[in-house]
């Protein structure tokens, strides 16, 4: 693998020892420089085990160590000899500091197993775990053996009503509707044997698709007193800490089932099997994760009034960890069930979700390095290649293993892989906030283990992000989604980047990414259209966005609006505003998400919906969108409500009984004159007389 210490360290700065065997008989180098107290980068992942052992028999070791690969990412491909910039990239990127600790969540499991499944099936699983777990049986038939004659674990069987929880916290709720109960059960077998429909099986359930009610069974079974026709359903429920199903059909057929659930269809001979009861038997005792995300309520645009308009997060979420709280006008996030996707912060449009494993301005930080640093290698046109950290990691060191035995082209050198928790974590604030910061392109990866609206949201997001670059001028194509499940799809995909050529801006960006998802966009976009080839001096741009865009203006039918502000009451990003002075619907353009709220509580449908990017000062500023001349109240001239409005309402009421002759004139009137009005009259029945 061709290596530059000159052109590297040149870059860095910094001085960089180039070491061939560092794991082997140049080891003593490494434990002098961890030794020395420094941050120390090392550029192997291969031998990462073996250099933490090293370190910890090395007297004296202080150095905080990190790894990065810079061999089947940059070193391990056929333009190998142009790389220098890439790898100058990367361990630039690996001599961050850590980001911040985020908050944890936490699961408590005491072992508590539910097994569900056929009985043998259930039986074979249970007693390969059994010693370490505490084991229920939920009995979905026989299965082709039945149950074993010595009954090992508690077995249940009836109707499930319902299974939900996650990790240490599962509920299952069942109705016992067979006249078996299996508490009593002795398993002798003499049911089985008296039954001349057949219709018990050895999982001793009676089938009442075949059972014509002759009782052989129920006399058979006196002692035991097990079986009992006249029995009415009972509701039960219980906890459970784990659940391994092996029905055919999952319990819980979610895309990112909770943590804790395991399906196995077929039972152990699946080919994860085997991975799957070793993993149950060390889910026993206190375990965390990270809490991939923060909640701002006042920044959703989810409701108002309880009027949905913004719904993005919730139906992305492939883990049913969001759901939708109306009437508080918020949504509810559960973080046990919470798998880190990212997916709800990259569609939110106004940043009240927002992703923290990294935190944006961690992830911004290094984008930004990582491109810095190839430009000053002398790099050009840097593509980013987003991937997620286990199979998309995978999948690109798979594929620098076949540029090395000369079977595939490899990682380009261009081309600057960026390891994501998940690869749906990052939208449009971040690309183009690496647009800005000099990046040709961004390819974000995915590798078949994405639910399908991941990647339809990817792909809206792409094409937003594709049509304001475009109508800005920037030619070329800057954003992809490779779907690539093999190293020979990849290998073409990333040799496909190179068909287009970008328009970039002609300086990058030194921006700070801010913790504001709005923020980041605005200082993106700022930078974006301030040396955008499409904006001329004098001249407003307007450039058309796709439907489901978080930029947009909204349209108002003057002809319907009868600026009542019902919108105004609903928006929740300061948008819309109202006056103090007039009668006047405002709009600031830049603070507008398009979260729909407007349009879906304007009671004349008089509001649509415009996604589109101004690039005037106009943008940022207050503009009136209607007003209308005051009504002047008929007895004080005080002016109160519009013209308009309290035209509508008289035309509307003038036919109704309760509003003729006077009744309708005090309408005319402000709430004050009303109320004197009302008092004054001599002609109307007070109730204090009667």
């Known amino acids: 693998m061709p290596l530059e210490p000159k052109t590297l360290g040149t870059a860095l700065p910094e001085t960089l020892p180039l070491h061939s065997a560092l794991c082997r008989r140049e080891a003593p180098a490494f434990q002098r420089a961890i030794q020395s107290g420094d ?9 990462k085990r073996l250099f933490g052992e090293l370190a910890t028999q090395t007297p004296g070791a202080s150095s905080p160590i990190r790894f990065v690969n810079i061999r089947e990412t940059g070193g391990w491909s056929r333009d190998a000899k142009h790389a220098m910039p890439k790898i100058a990239a990367l361990l630039a990127a690996a001599s961050l500091p850590e980001p911040d600790p985020v908050s944890t969540v936490s699961y408590n499991s005491q072992g508590r197993l539910l097994i569900v499944g056929p009985l043998d099936e259930a039986e074979r699983a249970a007693a390969l775990v059994g010693d370490a777990l505490d084991v229920t049986l939920w009995a979905q038939g026989p299965g ?24 240490g916290a599962f509920t299952l709720r069942w109705t016992r509707d067979n006249p078996i109960d299996l508490d009593l059960c002795t398993r002798c077998d003499a049911c089985v044997v008296a039954c001349p429909e057949q219709a018990i099986g050895l999982d001793y359930q009676i089938d009442s698709a075949r059972c014509t009610s002759h009782r052989d069974c129920e006399r058979a ?12 359903p009972q509701a039960f429920d219980a906890a459970f800490d784990l659940v391994l199903d092996l029905g055919a059909a999952p319990l819980i057929d979610w895309h990112a089932p909770p943590q804790g659930y395991f399906h196995l269809p077929g039972g152990v001979a699946h080919a994860e099997g085997l991975q799957t009861l070793l993993r149950l038997r060390e889910l026993v005792g206190e375990f965390e994760k990270p809490k991939f995300f923060d909640y701002r309520q006042n920044l959703c645009a989810h409701s108002r009034n309880e009027v949905v308009g913004c719904n993005a997060c919730v139906e992305v979420c492939s883990a049913h960890a969001i759901a939708s709280d109306k009437e508080r006008q918020r949504i509810v996030v559960n973080p046990n069930l919470c798998v880190g996707c990212g997916a709800c912060t990259t569609v939110c449009p106004s940043g009240a979700l ?24 002398g790099g050009r046109d840097a593509a980013l290649l987003l991937h997620s950290q286990e199979s998309g990691q995978a999948l690109i060191e798979r594929l620098g293993r076949r540029a090395q035995l000369g079977t595939a082209q490899g990682v380009p050198a261009r081309v600057i892989p960026v390891g994501l928790f998940h690869a749906a974590s990052t939208g449009i604030d971040l690309w183009l906030g690496a647009i800005a910061f000099g990046a040709s392109q961004v390819a974000v990866l995915c590798t078949g283990e994405e639910a399908p609206q991941y990647l339809a949201a990817l792909r809206k997001q792409m094409e937003i992000a ?7 001028g920037y030619t070329g194509t800057h954003l992809r989604l490779i779907e690539a499940d093999s190293t020979a799809v990849l290998d073409a995909a990333l040799a496909e980047l190179r068909t287009t050529t970008q328009r970039l801006p002609a300086t990058p960006a030194r921006f700070a990414v801010g913790a504001d998802k709005r923020g980041r966009l605005e200082m993106a976009l700022d930078h974006l259209t301030g040396a955008a080839p499409a904006v001329q001096a004098e001249a407003p741009l307007v450039v058309e966005l796709p439907a489901g865009s978080p930029l947009g203006a909204i349209a108002v039918d003057k002809d ?15 948008a819309l505003l109202d006056s103090q002075t007039a009668p006047q619907l405002r709009f600031i353009e ?23 990017l101004l690039v005037a000062p106009e943008r940022k500023q207050p503009v009136v969108l209607n007003e209308a001349k005051p009504w002047a109240c008929i007895r004080c001239s005080k002016p109160f409500g519009t013209q308009k409005a309290i035209e509508a309402m008289l035309g509307k009421l003038a036919g109704h009984a309760m509003f003729q002759g006077e009744a309708l004139e005090r309408l005319k009137m402000c709430s004050d004159c009303r109320v004197i009005d009302l008092y004054s009259a001599t002609n109307e029945v007070k109730i204090a007389p009667l």
């Not at 979260?595 to 996604?611: F, H, K």
């Open 39 to 47: 941050d120390v980068v090392v550029a192997c992942t291969q031998e």
């Open 144 to 167: 082709v053996a039945g149950g074993a004659q010595e009954r090992r674990w508690p077995v249940i069987a009836g109707r499930i009503d319902s299974l939900a929880g996650w990790l």
């Open 221 to 232: 079974c006196k002692v035991a007193g097990a079986i009992d026709f006249a029995r009415a």
């Open 354 to 377: 927002g992703y923290t494993y990294p935190r944006a301005p961690d992830q911004g930080l290094k984008l930004r390095k990582l491109l810095g640093a190839y430009a000053a290698a």
């Open 466 to 472: 594709q049509a304001l670059l475009r109508g800005l």
């Open 560 to 574: 319907k609006c009868t600026l009542c502000l019902a919108c105004v009451g609903a928006c929740p990003s300061g």
């Open 590 to 612: 830049k603070n507008c998400v398009q979260c729909g709220l407007c349009e879906t509580t304007c009671p004349e449908d008089a509001v649509s919906l415009v996604p589109r």
